[in-house]
């Protein structure tokens, strides 16, 4: 079993590990926690998006409109990108059109290229015992920020990496995925505090999202390991929760 990290999504077609791999894509704050988040609530799918234009055909069509940009709910949308405002909804047999400004982008350049999960530290452990059964590559692609690495994005990279390597021989393939371990190494098992320097946990203070960085870091609140279907929609890994 290998793992690689990706730092951003303009890097993914870079990547090493081509063939019998499986891609993780992760952000932190706040897409991926999003994610896990609204299918905790009982949505049915998320479709996810890396255009606004789009928007207005899924609202005609019955589907909750999920969207932001620079952090900040978008206009039409009913919700933005937060995770404590989807676990305390009923989304039971809703549907979402989700849009964001970096963590759809990522999930969407890894589609056709194998299969595609959504990880965060919601579901690190779920997501970990889930990749163990699978026994494939593993390439962690990083949403970062419009291009440029994420500390949150690479702790969790990290995590997974010293998990994953607790339950199998497990090789680094590049010094991306070394470079993590040691931050998550460092991190002592603190990512809220190791990361409150970075710089999106800055961005999102200043929009008042307080709640959302808190929930972000939190590990193992979520059994659910979504992945993107063949049709380009997120659901959940065989349609059942796996519990850890």
Known sequence: MQIEVIFSPILYPLRSLRDNHVTVAVDILRATTSIC?????????????????MLPSYH?????????????????????NSPTEYIAMDLRGRRLAYSTTNGTVAILTAQGEGEVLVGCFSNLTVLTDYLTQLQKDVVVLCSGWKNNPSLEDSLFAGALAEKLGKDSQLMMVNDGAMMCRSLWQQAQGDPFTYCKEATHVHRLQRLGAEKDIAYAFRIDTCRLVPHLDSDGVLRLVNNESYDI
Do not use: H, M, N, W
Request: no cysteine; aromatic share 6%; proline share 5%.
């Open 37 to 53: 988040a609204a299918f905790q609530a009982g949505v049915e799918e998320v479709v996810p998006l890396d255009s606004l234009d």
């Open 60 to 80: 005609q069509q019955g589907y909750t409109i999920a969207a932001e940009r620079g952090g900040s709910k978008v206009p039409l949308a009913e919700v933005g």
